[in-house]
């Protein structure tokens, strides 16, 4: 993979935890983010803070 450094897995999860968006909508940032960065092949898709990057 080429492009940004990838957030470790505590990162991710402290994000996923102090996001105050309803579930759902959380859940759908993530798929958006995580499509983001497959689609590029990117290490990042470049929405720090938000689920899923």
Same mark, same amino acid.
């Given at each position: @993979? +080429? !492009?940004? +450094?990838?957030? !470790? =897995? /505590?990162? #991710?999860? #402290?994000?996923? *935890? *102090? +996001?105050? *968006?309803? +579930? @759902? %909508? *959380?859940t759908?940032? /993530? /798929?958006r &983010?995580?499509?983001?960065?497959? #689609? &590029?092949? %990117?290490g990042?898709? !470049? &929405?720090?803070? %938000? =689920? !899923?990057?």
């Open positions: @993979m +080429s !492009g940004g +450094s990838r957030p !470790g =897995p /505590a990162r #991710r999860w #402290r994000d996923w *935890r *102090r +996001s105050t *968006r309803e +579930s @759902m %909508e *959380r759908r940032i /993530a /798929a &983010n995580h499509w983001f960065k497959i #689609r &590029n092949l %990117e990042c898709c !470049g &929405n720090y803070g %938000e =689920p !899923g990057c």
